[in-house]
């Protein structure tokens, strides 16, 4: 059973930084794609992140790019998320998601199955 754990989220002022990591247990993809997601209250949820694990190829849109880094860790199974800059309007529960992917196109991204209980993080002005 594919089990995905978020950690790192929390109050940070705006303009600072924090870090998120997703360990991943019980995955037997050889190809898969890790997606960070936020959902905001009263929002749509919103993809903020996708990475590859066969090629490291990633997606961000233009909402968090420049200012969001993921990375992947295919021997840990785990994920990070790197959000510097951080503003008000980035304050969210932030889930990361998985599944069997070939690559990390916004399409297969977005229709990832596997996901965590997802972890605060609450920027403040």
């Given at each position: 059973?594919?089990?995905?754990?978020?950690?790192?989220?929390?109050?940070?002022?705006?303009?600072?930084?924090?870090?998120?990591?997703?360990?991943?247990?019980?995955?037997?993809?050889?190809?898969?794609?890790?997606?960070?997601?936020r959902?905001?209250?009263?929002?749509?949820?919103?993809?903020?992140s996708?990475?590859?694990?066969?090629?490291?190829?990633?997606?961000?849109?233009?909402?968090?790019?420049?200012?969001?880094?993921?990375?992947?860790?295919?021997y840990?199974?785990?994920?990070?998320?790197?959000?510097?800059?951080?503003?008000?309007?980035?304050?969210?529960?932030?889930?990361?998601?998985?599944?069997?992917?070939?690559?990390?196109?916004?399409?297969?991204?977005k229709?990832l199955?596997?996901?965590?209980?997802?972890?605060?993080?609450?920027?403040?002005?």
């Amino acid at each position: 059973e594919v089990h995905l754990e978020e950690s790192g989220g929390g109050l940070v002022q705006a303009g600072g930084s924090l870090r998120l990591s997703c360990a991943a247990s019980g995955f037997t993809f050889d190809e898969y794609a890790i997606a960070w997601f936020r959902q905001a209250p009263g929002k749509e949820r919103e993809l903020v992140s996708c990475i590859s694990s066969v090629d490291g190829s990633t997606y961000y849109p233009q909402s968090v790019k420049g200012r969001f880094t993921t990375s992947i860790d295919i021997y840990k199974n785990t994920a990070e998320l790197q959000m510097n800059s951080l503003e008000p309007g980035d304050t969210a529960v932030y889930y990361c998601a998985a599944d069997n992917a070939a690559s990390a196109t916004i399409t297969r991204c977005k229709h990832l199955d596997y996901w965590g209980q997802g972890t605060l993080v609450t920027v403040s002005s």
